[in-house]
């Protein structure tokens, strides 16, 4: 999987704003888990990594003490920095997750998020970016929380419905390379982004490790909580 540059503008219209009353249900429900079950919000420093153009950041500044958004897509980068602007404990940075522990140095009391499945457009790095956020969450006894798509939904839901109107962001289902089996979605143009199991998502929480694990699912999301706090 290579990396897949978006255009902020196109992305906050064909897909922050899909008309899909589950999918908008999910971008809710994904900021109200963060703001319910995070630790000490207010002493948080919430890393929100694969920021995009900052629909997620926005709403963190107002649950966590500090926010930094990490944003590798120059052009989202660009947008990030312009929607922060007026905010004055978001902090933005430009670089890869891969590279997380070296961008944001140590931080007291971390909650590093990934939002909207970012996690499934990681391809071979996902590994790599999973310990580097384990590190620093774990450094800073703070915790890790990955908001993902649900794979049992991707032939019925993603595909047809979201990736369909998304079409103009990702590119047109590739039927030879999208793999219902192993939650794979492909496009012609070279996009791919993967749905999970809720095992494949245990898998995660083994790598991650951590003193406390929650796994909420339904059949199109699940939301994954690890903490390093004492
Ligand atoms: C699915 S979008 C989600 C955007 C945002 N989190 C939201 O919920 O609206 C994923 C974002 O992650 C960024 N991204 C992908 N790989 C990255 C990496 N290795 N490091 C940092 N950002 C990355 C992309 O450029 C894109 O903006």
Known sequence: ???????PKIYQKKVERIDDPIFQ???KEEIRYIRRNIENPKQKTVIEIGAGYGRGVKRLARIGKEVIGVELGDRMYDALKENVRNLNNVTVIHGDAAKLSSLVGNVESPAIVLLQNTVGI????????LLEMKKVAEEGRGEIIISAFNSCSLRAWGVPIIYKKAQDVV???????????RGIFATKSGYVSKWWTPDEMR?????LGGKRRELCVNNYYQILHVSYSS
Not at 1 to 7: F, I, L, N
Not at 203 to 207: H, I, N, P, S
């Open 1 to 7: 999987m290579g990396y897949h540059a978006y255009d």
């Open 25 to 27: 249900n999910y971008q």
């Open 122 to 129: 990681f391809g071979k790095d996902l590994n790599k970016i």
């Open 171 to 181: 590119g047109e289902n590739d039927p030879e390379k999208t793999d219902y089996e």
């Open 203 to 207: 898998g995660m929480a083994e790598l």
